[in-house]
């Protein structure tokens, strides 16, 4: 799909914005999932295939940004923003932890859309853009009252992550060690709702 967007879907206007066709989408999904052989110039176009992209992302069993670190990073960036070097290298080291299938996946998503975005002034799509509609797609925000709020802050850890996308993703050393990984995940989840609460009284002030 990466590979058609490349070739045909750069200079689209509102490329990721613009919905695709609802048909096309289903009968790509079903042809992917059954393991068909899919030719997207023959059966695709631009905004359906950019649509199935973000559907597959959000898609994905575990999400791309896993629960275990969601919070972490997001309390990295608030804490440590206006010190770049010291926060940029908290947050390589909360993506260190990631499957080595997510960070891969990150890496290659990332030079993608950071290549979307050299097209802004005919596809109109910044990172700013980028990281509004991919953020629902890459973060799992649990349904609340307070979901569309978490979801804006969400979408700016996803703006500055693409913004430092060389410094962040390129040569990650394996998690720092497995029980700090665990234990990252053990606070998280008791702690979750609380961490939630805070991060967007903070960032809200």
Same mark, same amino acid.
């Given at each position: 799909?990466?590979?058609?967007?490349?070739?045909?879907?750069?200079?689209?206007?509102?490329?990721?914005?613009?919905?695709?066709?609802?048909?096309?989408?289903? @009968?790509? @999904?079903? !042809?992917?999932?059954?393991?068909?052989? $899919?030719?997207?110039? *023959? %059966?695709?176009?631009?905004?359906? $295939?950019?649509?199935? /992209? @973000?559907?597959?992302?959000?898609?994905?069993?575990?999400?791309?940004?896993?629960?275990?670190?969601?919070?972490?990073?997001? !309390?990295?960036?608030? +804490? #440590?923003?206006?010190?770049?070097?010291?926060?940029?290298?908290? /947050?390589?080291?909360?993506? *260190?932890?990631?499957? @080595?299938? #997510?960070?891969?996946? /990150?890496?290659?998503? *990332?030079?993608?859309?950071? !290549?979307?975005?050299?097209? *802004?002034?005919?596809?109109?799509?910044?990172? +700013?853009?980028?990281?509004? $509609?991919?953020?629902?797609?890459?973060?799992?925000?649990?349904?609340?009252?307070?979901?569309?709020?978490?979801?804006?802050?969400?979408?700016?850890?996803?703006?500055?992550?693409?913004? #430092? #996308?060389?410094?962040?993703?390129?040569?990650?050393?394996?998690?720092?060690?497995?029980?700090?990984? %665990?234990?990252?995940? +053990?606070?998280?989840?008791?702690?979750?709702?609380? %961490?939630?609460?805070?991060? /967007?009284? +903070?960032?809200?002030?």
């Amino acid at each position: 799909m990466v590979e058609y967007l490349e070739v045909f879907g750069l200079e689209r206007v509102g490329i990721f914005r613009i919905s695709g066709s609802v048909n096309k989408i289903k @009968k790509l @999904k079903q !042809k992917y999932n059954q393991g068909e052989k $899919v030719d997207l110039v *023959s %059966d695709g176009d631009v905004d359906s $295939v950019a649509s199935l /992209l @973000k559907l597959f992302l959000k898609e994905l069993p575990v999400a791309v940004f896993p629960d275990n670190i969601c919070s972490g990073l997001l !309390k990295t960036l608030q +804490e #440590h923003k206006i010190h770049t070097t010291e926060c940029i290298e908290n /947050l390589r080291q909360l993506l *260190s932890c990631l499957p @080595k299938a #997510h960070q891969n996946l /990150l890496q290659f998503l *990332s030079a993608f859309l950071l !290549k979307v975005a050299t097209y *802004s002034a005919v596809n109109f799509m910044t990172l +700013e853009n980028l990281a509004i $509609v991919f953020g629902p797609a890459l973060f799992k925000i649990p349904v609340s009252p307070l979901a569309c709020e978490e979801q804006k802050l969400y979408n700016g850890l996803l703006l500055y992550l693409l913004q #430092h #996308h060389e410094m962040l993703f390129v040569d990650l050393n394996p998690c720092f060690s497995e029980r700090q990984a %665990d234990g990252l995940q +053990e606070n998280n989840t008791e702690d979750e709702e609380r %961490d939630r609460l805070i991060l /967007l009284r +903070e960032w809200s002030t």
